[in-house]
């Protein structure tokens, strides 16, 4: 049911390294995150741009070393989009993406504190109405288990590099923005 002890001390230290970035990018920052909704401060889009990056190269740096394997999931739109307007419901009313109000909350953020609470209610009520749901989330538009490398026949390193040059590019282009503002 579990993993070994192993896995979950990984888990539970990057766990804790990621929580510390964010804390120290200032990600965890109310202000932050509604400044970047406002399209005036940058700094969620390059640290979680970054984050992306570096872990799709590091994924498939584990991978190739034979350390971690990859678990497909099944490319679900329905699922995609009754995530998604979950998520965009719950950081709208909230101001904090899940991984930012942990976050928040090691800061001692009494409003983060609040929206945990919430946010695990939440968690509850979708696994209690989840059976009535998963007709729904697994049945609409259900490519299986697909990834980019399989569908294009293209090396998962062209992915990987595609994505830390767009993210590199990227930083780069809201750096320049934000400068000449």
Known sequence: ?????????LGFITGIAFGFLLQKGRVAKFRVIVGQFLL???????????????????????????????????????GVIVGAILF??????????????????????????????????????YVAVFPALQGLVNGIGNLGEVTLPAVTGLSPWVFAGALAFAALLLAALVQRRAEQH
């Open 1 to 9: 049911m579990f993993d070994s002890p192993y896995k979950l001390m």
């Open 40 to 78: 005036k401060d940058w700094t969620v889009f390059k640290v979680m741009l970054t984050a992306v990056a570096v872990g799709a190269v590091g994924v498939w740096i584990m991978v190739a070393m034979g350390w971690a394997s990859l678990s497909i999931k099944p490319a679900a739109f329905g």
């Open 88 to 125: 965009g419901t719950g950081m709208a009313i909230f101001g904090y993406c899940p991984g930012t109000s942990v976050a928040a909350c090691g800061e001692g953020r009494r409003d983060a504190m609040v929206g945990v609470v919430g946010m695990l209610a939440g968690a509850l009520i």
